[in-house]
């Protein structure tokens, strides 16, 4: 290993300094390096940084601090795993072996083969709802006559343009809530400024904390919170969901064993009934992830995967609106008609049982 020499004139290549460099930020950061910062550090590398102050100045740094703290419940659990993250029987991505792979050519691709999506339709569709929240002006920042407010890092304002819309083009009697917080917001700003909407809302959100410091008080006699996850819910309740009413999902991204979302699209979504309006949320144009998720958060998310394979000649269920796929193919009309949405379009999946 070249950080036990002692030489201060580096012997190795700019091969092995990078993988180092790659390697300690995943190992203390969770990230990859951006182009710039690696060039810079491995160039640091070159003209004689010790690499083992390097190490500990990464160790050190704030943004590893408060990492550590974020996983030490984690780090102190005694579940054991199979195989180490990345494996390839793990779930866990290994990043640095997926840019060495075939897939990026692969997601390049337009095709979406099984599923039915037709963006004209969707285009009509987009128009009745900017028709809809007209008069709706969402505000950037927190203040006393929102709940909602569009500088969160949660739900973008395209996200609450089109759940607004939805809401008043619908006109719900019910909206069951799975995973809450900004959109709940939305939820009750958008009913509290609609004429002839009196719809009951239930929350289910095992964390409630975001959710609780955006409601106000009086909400709180208007609403249901389930503080539970949604497995521990009894599939019965969805069944009072009728046409129109709206099951809003936006839970934990993750397909595994007893998890929330194998939950809801096993146990919940085929006992629906026909007409309700189903809504995923971090769905993103072709079912893939931003690169920034894959590469350098390493989220390894993989709903949107299972939620892809659901939706394969699936003659059950129709795609009513998707954000960011019409987002992308039809700029032109965002910008004509919705400029608040430019650069935040949302992760929105709306679905309809048939």
Not at 93 to 101: F, G, H, K, Q, T
Request: hydrophobic residues 40%.
């Amino acid at each position: 290993m070249f950080f036990r020499s002692k030489r201060t004139t580096p012997t190795h290549s700019v091969e092995t300094l990078e993988k180092y460099v790659v390697d300690v930020w995943h190992a203390l950061l969770g990230r990859r390096p951006d182009e710039n910062a690696l060039a810079h550090l491995v160039r640091a590398l070159e003209e004689g940084r010790n690499p083992i102050e390097f190490f500990f100045e990464t160790y050190d740094s704030s943004e590893a601090i408060t990492r550590r703290q974020e996983l030490s419940p984690y780090l102190q659990s005694d579940v054991r795993v199979f195989v180490p993250p990345g494996h390839y029987y793990s779930p866990i991505v290994d990043p640095v072996a997926l840019r060495s792979s075939s897939f990026e050519e692969r997601r390049k691709s337009d095709s979406l083969d099984g599923i039915s999506i037709d963006f004209d339709v969707m285009e009509k569709t987009f128009n009745i709802l900017m028709d809809e929240t007209s008069d709706l002006d969402f505000p950037r920042s927190r203040n006393v006559s929102f709940r909602y407010y569009s500088e969160n890092d949660m739900y973008a304002s395209g996200d609450a343009i089109i759940l607004a819309g939805m809401i008043r083009l619908a006109k719900p009697r019910k909206i069951i809530e799975v995973g809450s917080g900004f959109s709940s917001a939305v939820m009750l700003d958008t009913l509290d400024r609609s004429v002839g909407i009196d719809a009951s809302l239930t929350f289910i959100e095992p964390y409630p904390e975001r959710l609780d410091d955006l409601l106000w008080d009086e909400d709180r006699d208007r609403i249901r919170v389930i503080r539970s996850g949604v497995q521990e819910v009894s599939p019965s309740i969805f069944l009072d969901l009728d046409r129109d009413d709206i099951l809003f999902l936006d839970t934990t991204h993750v397909s595994k064993t007893g998890s929330d979302v194998n939950f809801e699209l096993f146990d919940v979504l085929p006992k629906l009934k026909p007409g309700v309006l189903v809504h995923f949320h971090d769905v993103f144009e072709g079912f893939e992830y931003p690169d920034d998720w894959v590469y350098e958060q390493n989220r390894s998310w993989n709903e949107i995967y299972l939620l892809r394979s659901f939706l394969m000649y699936n003659h059950e269920f129709e795609i009513v609106y998707f954000n960011h796929a019409f987002y992308c193919r039809k700029m032109h009309l965002i910008e004509e008609r919705c400029p608040r949405m430019i650069g935040w379009p949302g992760g929105g999946l709306w679905l309809r049982r048939k």
